[in-house]
Every structure is written in C-alpha cells, then in structure tokens.
C-alpha cells in the first residue's frame, strides 16, 4: 500500500523565481490538502483540493497556487518567491467522505530561497 | 486567540516511564475532531491517534491514550512505557465542523533518555 509521496525532497531557490511541488496521494485517496511549516513551528494550511478544484484556502497570497490532476495528484505552485517561503512543505492525503477527515502525510519538501 | 495551545515547549522523560504531553483547544463548534501527529527530524508527520467531540470513551492506540476532558477543552496525549524511539516533535490539530483542514499547535520536543 504505497503511502504518500512527494518530490522533490529538497530544493533551492533565488528569491523571485518560481517553484512547483509534486505530491501523490495514499492509494484510495481522492483529497489533497498543502500545509507550510516553518522552521520551528506547526504546519499551517494552504489549500486543499477535491475533484480537481480548490475547495477550501488558508490565509495564503494569490502567489500559492495548485493543481489537482485526474488521477488525484497535486501540484503547488508558488511564484515570485521571498525569502519567508523557506519552509517544509508537507502534502496530505485523504478520503473525502472519511467520517473522521483524518490525514496522512507525505515526507516533505524542503524549500530553501536564497 | 490561538486555536490549538501546546504549553510544553520541550519535555524530558526516562525509558520505559509514561508522559503526557498537554494540548487544549478553542472552538465554538459542537463538532469537531482532535488529532494527535509525531514528527521524527526526518520530517514526515505520522498519525498517531484521533478522538471525535461525540465520543463517549477516551481514544486510545497502543501505547498512545488520549486524555480527553470536553469541559476543559483539554485533550493531553499520554504516551505510555516510554522509548528512545519516541524522540520526536509532537503536534495537536484540530478539525472544526465540516472544514477539513487541520489546524495545528506549535509543538512539543519530547526527548526520552536511557
């Protein structure tokens, strides 16, 4: 049972560039939800996406975008990135009608902007 | 006001002793969820345990329990005969009504000594 994945595991960035994070679901999955988490602090959540649209965003500027493809995996997006945007980003996972909503986590990608 | 409060910034127990790590939330919402996430340095978050607000019965998974207090608006993980795998940071999320985007506190490093 493949859990969830995401890529790349690190990367970095100059200030100003764009960015685009990869993220497959847990198999059976059919949601994705993008949270930020700076160093030192709990994740904070983006967005998350659901039949392919966006269904519910964080307090996150226009410059953070997503996508979510047919076969459930996402993209987030980010451009004109600031130096603030150094973070791991986590991808979860999850099963839209789920009673308990409950989320499973990728690994991680660790964004750097210099 | 902060939704999810972690007090402990950093807490210290012996191997093979129990521990609780303290979470109290703030909602308004008679419906909602609590989660309780581990996170290694490696960075992935893994689930740990869930408890919805209608439950009758504290949670419990193993050797994870969750101390569940609804009037205190208090929901403390206890995790019990400690081991040195347990090093790691651990997070209270909240789910609200029918949102199901987490809402995560700022953590709690525990480190578990030989």
């Known amino acids: 049972d493949a859990g969830v994945t995401q890529s790349p595991t690190h990367l970095i960035k100059t200030r100003g560039q764009q960015v685009t994070l990869r993220c497959s679901p847990k198999?059976?999955?059919?949601?994705v939800s993008w949270y930020q988490q700076a160093l030192g602090q709990g994740p904070q959540f983006i967005f998350q996406?659901?039949?392919?649209?966006?269904?519910q965003r964080g307090n996150f500027p226009d410059r953070f975008s997503g996508h979510q493809f047919p076969n459930y995996s996402s993209e987030l997006n980010v451009n004109a990135l600031l130096l603030g945007d150094s973070a791991l980003y986590l991808c979860?996972?999850?099963?839209?009608?789920?009673?308990?909503?409950?989320?499973?986590f990728g690994p991680g990608t660790r964004l750097t902007v210099t | 006001a902060q939704k999810i409060t972690q007090t402990q910034p950093g807490m210290f127990v012996q191997e093979k002793e129990a521990v609780t790590l303290d979470c109290t939330y703030d909602?308004?919402?008679?419906?909602?969820?609590l989660f309780w996430y581990k996170q290694p340095s490696s960075g992935e978050m893994i689930f740990l345990i869930y408890?919805?607000?209608?439950?009758?019965q504290n949670a419990t998974e193993g050797r994870y329990s969750l101390n569940f207090q609804k009037a205190r608006k208090s929901a403390n993980l206890v995790i019990s005969a400690s081991q040195l795998g347990d090093s790691a940071m651990y997070f209270c999320?909240?789910?609200?009504?029918?949102?199901?985007?987490?809402?995560f506190g700022s953590g709690t490093q525990l480190t578990v000594l030989p």
């Open positions: 979860a996972s999850s099963l839209y009608g789920a009673e308990t909503y409950e989320q499973y």
């Open positions: 198999s059976g999955h059919d949601t």
């Open positions: 996406y659901y039949e392919e649209e966006e269904r």
């Open positions: 909602t308004s919402d008679p419906s909602y969820g």
């Open positions: 408890q919805g607000s209608y439950d009758q």
């Open positions: 999320a909240m789910r609200e009504g029918s949102a199901r985007q987490l809402t």
